[in-house]
T-cell receptor, first 113, second 111 residues
């Protein structure tokens, strides 16, 4: 069975600062994909970033980057230059590809002006 | 632009009634999924489909059914609504081996 754990239910960061959201997972598969989704108050699930397990290079998308540690089964998200619009629930998720996403329980990020 | 839509966005119903939530995508994706989101549980998979006439049960499928008669639509039916099915429901779609994209969600209240 695949599991995803987000151990910090809430975090806060000052505007313009950097914050790191942690995620650990468990899977017996060698080929899988990891995602971070953002859910603002509108409740829309928005893809932030994606990482293929076979790629050693960490994914980056503008101010968002990941630290993917395959051996440790860790997948953290770093948000640089935090903005007020980054305030949201963040979900870490895992899939073997075409199959279902397994989600963590989420983490609420507050950005303070 | 291609998109995925859900309707209705909000629904109030009574215990015991049949309810159908619609999901329509114009991405031409083969894979479609239904999740429910509850506080403290994240999103959990209800049913999914890998193509026309294909349906599969997820981890919380009891009391729900789906049918896939075309590529674009995967309606979710609650056969006899229960208060425990009060939740926010998300539909998602993906091409093979690709990212899932989510609809805007349907908030369902069962009284």
């Amino acid at each position: 069975a695949q599991t995803v754990t987000q151990s910090q239910p809430e975090m806060s960061v000052q505007e313009a600062e950097t914050v790191t959201l942690s995620c650990t997972y468990d899977t017996s598969e060698s080929d899988y994909y990891l995602f971070w989704y953002k859910q603002p108050p509108s409740r829309q699930m928005i893809l932030v970033i994606r990482q293929e397990a076979y790629k050693q290079q960490n994914a980056t998308e503008n101010r968002f980057s990941v630290n993917f540690q395959k051996a440790a089964k860790s997948f953290s998200l770093k948000i640089s230059d935090s903005q007020l619009g980054d305030a949201a629930m963040y979900f870490c998720a895992l899939t073997r590809g075409s199959e279902k996403l397994v989600f963590g329980k989420g983490m609420k990020l507050t950005v303070n002006p | 632009d291609a998109e995925i839509t859900q309707s209705p966005r909000h629904k109030i119903t009574e215990t015991g009634r049949q309810v159908t939530l619609a999901c329509h995508q114009t991405w031409n994706h083969n894979n479609m999924f239904w999740y429910r989101q509850d506080l403290g549980h994240g999103l959990r998979l209800i049913h999914y489909s890998y193509g026309v006439q294909d349906t599969n049960k997820g981890e919380v499928s009891d009391g729900y059914s789906v049918s896939r008669s075309n590529t674009e639509d995967l309606p979710l039916t609650l056969e006899s609504a229960a208060s425990s099915q009060t939740s926010v429901y998300f539909c998602a779609s993906s091409a093979s081996q690709e990212t899932q994209y989510f609809g805007p969600g349907t908030r369902l209240l069962v009284l």
